[in-house]
T-cell receptor, first 119, second 114 residues
Framework: AQTVTQSQPEMSVQEAETVTLSCTYDTSENNYYLFWYKQPPSRQMILVIRQEAYKQQNATENRFSVNFQKAAKSFSLKISDSQLGDTAMYFCAFMKLLNYGGSQGNLIFGKGTKLSVKP | NAGVTQTPKFQVLKTGQSMTLQCAQDMNHNSMYWYRQDPGMGLRLIYYSASEGTTDKGEVPNGYNVSRLNKREFSLRLESAAPSQTSVYFC?????????????FGPGTRLTVL
């Protein structure tokens, strides 16, 4: 079974600085996807970034980027120029593709990291 | 375009009562999901429906039933609620097609079972 581990229950960062959230996962699969979701106090789950395991290039979305190390099964999220609105729970999630062709997969979540951005 | 909607937003039940959580999406998505989120935990999959007319168990299905009423709606039923089912419940949906893997989440339902 796949597992996702986020070893940092809480982190804080000063506004405008950079912070990295850690995530490791365990799987014997070769074809899968990884995601970071953000959950602000409103509870809404918002996709931040995703990474396809077959791609060597790390995904980037504006101030958010990942460091994907497939051999080490590591998938960290870097937030640059942190903003107060980045304060939220961040969840790392793994998706195994359930069928050939990759049209169905279910998410397995880590326990989350609570990030506080301080002014 | 409302996305994924859930009703109710909050609910308090007594042990043994039953209720149905409603979920609807207006994005023409094929796949729909029900998750629960407990304190200090990530979301865990209860049931999912890959397409209209099909449902499958997820990681924590015990104590729940689901109905995929049509393409838009996917309901979660608690037949006899227990305090262990106190949680926040999220519904999600995903678009059809290979490579479209993002799940869109509803705002959640906070359920308390006394």
């Amino acid at each position: 079974a796949q597992t996702v581990t986020q070893s940092q229950p809480e982190m804080s960062v000063q506004e405008a600085e950079t912070v990295t959230l850690s995530c490791t996962y365990d799987t014997s699969e070769n074809n899968y996807y990884l995601f970071w979701y953000k959950q602000p106090p409103s509870r809404q789950m918002i996709l931040v970034i995703r990474q396809e395991a077959y791609k060597q290039q790390n995904a980037t979305e504006n101030r958010f980027s990942v460091n994907f190390q497939k051999a080490a099964k590591s998938f960290s999220l870097k937030i640059s120029d942190s903003q107060l609105g980045d304060t939220a729970m961040y969840f790392c999630a793994f998706m195994k593709l359930l069928n050939y062709g990759g049209s169905q997969g279910n998410l397995i979540f880590g326990k989350g990291t609570k990030l506080s951005v301080k002014p | 375009n409302a996305g994924v909607t859930q009703t109710p937003k909050f609910q308090v039940l007594k042990t043994g009562q039953s209720m149905t959580l409603q979920c609807a999406q207006d994005m023409n998505h094929n796949s729909m999901y029900w998750y629960r989120q407990d304190p200090g935990m990530g979301l865990r999959l209860i049931y999912y429906s890959a397409s209209e007319g099909t449902t499958d168990k997820g990681e924590v299905p015990n104590g729940y039933n689901v109905s995929r009423l049509n393409k838009r709606e996917f309901s979660l039923r608690l037949e006899s609620a227990a305090p262990s089912q106190t949680s926040v419940y999220f519904c999600a949906s995903r678009a059809p097609g290979q490579g479209i893997l993002e799940q869109f989440f509803g705002p959640g339902t906070r359920l308390t079972v006394l």
